[in-house]
């Protein structure tokens, strides 16, 4: 069955200082892997899609990258306002038009 | 141009009860998908209509319905309300076949039940 572990469960940084998020998978021939931005009392942003390993995508202090196995949000000189939960989701070849999410992380930024 | 909007925000019901959720997607938006959140299992795709047929479903039992209409407005129905159904129930629109990309979430309905 195809799953997604996202970790950490939450992560406080400092402004400015970069930091990762991470999405292990496990699906079964993957057809993409999506990276959501979620704010309290709103519903999912989308933000990225990747599709296969070694695939980067940017997006101002946001860079996302994809192996075989696993995602990275990568975040760099984070502000505030970046302060979200993130979730990660996959999509697989069986289920194809299901999307798998991950519990998400609870990222908060300190001014 | 307006969002995705949900209603009621908030619902309180019994176990055993029913309930029905309205989901009025982004005009011109064919596409509205269902999902439920909640703390344990985190976001989880419930069902998607496409001009008022049901194109994907996700794993969920049949106590879980939906439906959509006409204009492309969509309600979910939850049927006998178990304790486990408490959640957050988000919809979310599109208007291409790329639909995890292009999808715009509602704030969601929040459900408790008791």
């Known amino acids: 069955e195809d799953q997604v572990t996202q970790s950490p469960e939450a992560l406080r940084l400092q402004e400015g200082e970069s930091s990762s998020l991470n999405c292990s998978y496990t699906v079964s021939g993957l057809r993409g892997l999506f990276w959501y931005r979620q704010d309290p009392g709103k519903g999912p942003e989308f933000l990225f899609t990747?599709?296969?390993a070694g695939e980067e995508k940017e997006k101002e202090r946001l860079k996302a990258t994809l192996t075989k196995k696993e995602s990275f949000l990568h975040i760099t000189a984070p502000k505030p306002e970046d302060s979200a939960t993130y979730l990660c989701a996959v999509q697989g070849q069986t289920g194809a038009n299901n999307l798998f999410f991950g519990t998400g992380t609870r990222l908060t930024v300190i001014p | 141009k307006a969002g995705v909007t949900q209603t009621p925000r908030y619902l309180i019901k019994t176990r055993g009860q029913q309930v029905t959720l309205s989901c009025s997607p982004i005009?011109?938006?064919?596409?509205v998908s269902w999902y439920q959140q909640t703390p344990g299992q985190g976001l989880q795709f419930l069902f998607e209509?496409?001009?008022?047929?049901?194109?994907n479903k996700g794993n969920f039992p049949g106590r879980f319905s939906g439906r959509q209409f006409s204009n492309s407005r969509s309600e979910m129905n939850v049927s006998t309300l178990e304790l486990g159904d408490s959640a957050l129930y988000l919809c979310a629109s599109s208007s291409t076949s790329r639909l995890w990309e292009t999808q715009y979430f509602g704030p969601g309905t929040r459900l408790l039940v008791l």
């Open positions: 209509y496409f001009s008022e047929t049901q194109r």
């Open positions: 005009s011109g938006h064919r596409s």
């Open positions: 990747l599709y296969s």
